[in-house]
């Protein structure tokens, strides 16, 4: 009895455990400090290295085990957003005893009365929610007026994570990262620094969209 009461503690305390065990596979080097992180994250990233999965996996784990919990995916779409949630759902079914009460396109709801909510990137569609992690994805695409929106969401308390490959210098996400202060834990990934996409496509994206672009999409 003590060992089982030990053992769901641990997993509780263990979100890199809630992501090998929803998504079947090891976490990255990178991905370890982000999942345990609990304060707020900026993420600079290049495209295909894990990002998603990860996020999908801080919400999995604050669902299951914070009951009554919201989290908020915020994406420059509603497709987009989608997507997040699309992922989150099917990593779900990878871990036992988890039923859901409510399944769409846009919300997923737990028995424990735990929600993981997508929502389109206009401040209109932001507002009226309180949320314990709140997801800005690709938030360089993202209208200011939406990130001001939705940083009411965890006005009483909540993490916050940004994320999203560049879109020049300028802008709030620009803005955010060089100026943003001390409160930011800042992860800058490349493509090339994962083992999510091999160099044998990034020579061929090199090829095919140019130095400029490719810096940008997959040097972050």
Same mark, same amino acid.
């Given at each position: ?25 090891k ?7 982000? %999942? ?10 290049? #495209?295909?290295?894990?990002a ?23 994406s ?9 949630t $699309?992922?989150?759902?099917?990593a779900? $079914?990878?871990?036992?005893?988890i ?7 846009t ?7 735990? #929600?993981? %909510? ?8 932001? #507002?009226?929610?309180?949320? *314990? ?9 993202v209208? &200011?007026?939406?990130?001001v ?14 994320q ?20 930011w834990?800042r992860?800058?990934? $490349?493509?090339? &620094?994962?083992?999510?996409?091999? *160099? ?6 090199? #090829? ?6 490719f810096?940008?999409?997959y040097?972050?």
């Amino acid at each position: 009895m003590v060992n089982t009461l030990l053992s769901d503690l641990g997993r509780r305390m263990d979100s890199v455990a809630t992501f090998e065990r929803a998504y079947r596979m090891k976490a990255q080097p990178w991905q370890v400090p982000y %999942l345990q992180d609990q304060g707020d994250i900026l993420i600079l990233k290049g #495209r295909q290295i894990g990002a998603s999965t990860a996020v999908g996996a801080k919400a999995i784990h604050m669902a299951h085990y914070d009951p009554g919990s919201l989290a908020v995916i915020i994406s420059k779409s509603q497709r987009h957003s989608t997507e997040l949630t $699309r992922r989150s759902r099917a990593a779900l $079914r990878n871990i036992e005893r988890i039923r859901l009460d409510q399944d769409s396109a846009t919300e997923i709801g737990l028995a424990n009365g735990s #929600r993981i %909510l997508s929502l389109p990137g206009k401040p209109t569609g932001v #507002r009226g929610y309180t949320a *314990k992690i709140l997801v800005i994805d690709e938030a360089a695409f993202v209208e &200011e007026e939406t990130w001001v929106a939705a940083r009411a969401l965890v006005a009483t308390g909540g993490q916050v994570i940004v994320q999203s490959t560049p879109n020049g210098a300028a802008g709030w996400f620009h803005d955010l990262w060089v100026n943003g202060g001390p409160r930011w834990t800042r992860y800058h990934i $490349r493509s090339d &620094e994962v083992a999510t996409i091999s *160099k044998e496509i990034l020579e061929e994206e090199l #090829r095919s969209m140019g130095a400029y672009a490719f810096r940008a999409e997959y040097g972050a």
